[in-house]
């Protein structure tokens, strides 16, 4: 997998992606990370990306042209599966579209700053938006940060294993049941018996009951089997 991440602030994906899950994906190949700033597609002697809008108004607005020649200077080399802006009015970042972004071949993310983006963009360059919560952020690089993230550690070869990323929460529409590890006795606190049964049958029975139980109590928007209520 190929992720491009167009941006402003190009320093600020250093330390993330300079370590842990995403680091060692980048070192055994599973996955090409480029940041490319957009200043260096702008025509401006500046080196200005922004510009105020039309109509007036407060704020600074990201214009289309450095966009446009970052895009079509990728897309002369590659096809990409999606062309990502992230924005707080974006559809709402899951793990489903996690799973779904998880099997592309070639994404890129367009980081929004300032105010936002030029109309355009949106309308004639980007084939999806989507949205990491309902508040707004300086920028888009930590939406681009966590969407890559979410998306890289579901790379086969990425966790050592690969059966914790598939009982993680929301993978199958529930929150994951609690965990324990020893001592399994501490200051009086016990792990439940079941746990140390060795009957996995049962163990498994009591995980299920506990994710609902969960799912239910924290996100009741979310039903037992795991499906979003309309």
């Given at each position: 997998?190929?992720?491009?991440?167009?941006?402003?602030?190009?320093?600020?994906?250093?330390?993330?992606?300079?370590?842990?899950?995403?680091?060692?994906?980048?070192?055994?190949?599973?996955?090409?990370?480029?940041?490319?700033?957009?200043?260096?597609?702008?025509?401006?002697?500046?080196?200005?990306?922004?510009?105020?809008?039309?109509?007036?108004?407060?704020?600074?607005?990201?214009?289309?042209?450095?966009?446009?020649?970052?895009?079509?200077?990728?897309?002369?080399?590659?096809?990409?599966?999606?062309?990502?802006?992230?924005?707080?009015?974006?559809?709402?970042?899951?793990q489903p579209i996690a799973n779904s972004l998880?099997?592309?071949?070639?994404?890129?993310?367009?980081?929004?700053?300032?105010?936002?983006?030029?109309?355009?963009?949106?309308?004639?360059?980007?084939?999806?938006?989507?949205?990491?919560?309902?508040?707004?952020?300086?920028?888009?690089?930590?939406?681009?940060?966590?969407?890559?993230?979410?998306?890289?550690?579901?790379?086969?070869?990425?966790?050592?294993?690969?059966?914790?990323?598939?009982?993680?929460?929301?993978?199958?529409?529930?929150?994951?049941?609690?965990?324990?590890?020893?001592?399994?006795?501490?200051?009086?606190?016990?792990?439940?018996?079941?746990?140390?049964?060795?009957?996995?049958?049962?163990?498994?029975?009591?995980?299920?009951?506990?994710?609902?139980?969960?799912?239910?109590?924290?996100?009741?928007?979310?039903?037992?089997?795991?499906?979003?209520?309309?």
């Amino acid at each position: 997998m190929r992720i491009d991440i167009l941006t402003v602030l190009p320093e600020m994906f250093e330390s993330p992606f300079g370590c842990s899950i995403i680091k060692r994906a980048i070192d055994k190949g599973l996955v090409d990370i480029h940041i490319h700033n957009l200043r260096d597609y702008t025509t401006n002697r500046h080196r200005k990306v922004d510009d105020y809008p039309f109509g007036g108004g407060a704020g600074m607005v990201m214009q289309i042209e450095p966009v446009d020649r970052a895009i079509a200077a990728l897309r002369s080399e590659r096809e990409y599966d999606e062309v990502i802006y992230t924005s707080p009015d974006g559809e709402r970042f899951d793990q489903p579209i996690a799973n779904s972004l998880s099997m592309s071949e070639n994404i890129i993310i367009l980081c929004g700053h300032y105010k936002g983006v030029d109309q355009r963009i949106r309308d004639h360059l980007i084939t999806r938006e989507i949205s990491v919560g309902d508040y707004v952020l300086t920028g888009g690089e930590m939406p681009a940060v966590i969407i890559t993230d979410a998306i890289v550690r579901l790379i086969p070869g990425a966790i050592g294993d690969e059966q914790s990323a598939l009982s993680d929460s929301f993978q199958d529409g529930l929150l994951a049941p609690p965990d324990y590890t020893r001592p399994a006795e501490y200051n009086g606190w016990s792990v439940p018996e079941v746990l140390l049964s060795g009957h996995q049958a049962k163990i498994d029975a009591w995980r299920h009951e506990q994710a609902v139980e969960k799912t239910l109590r924290l996100r009741p928007e979310l039903d037992p089997y795991g499906n979003k209520k309309k």
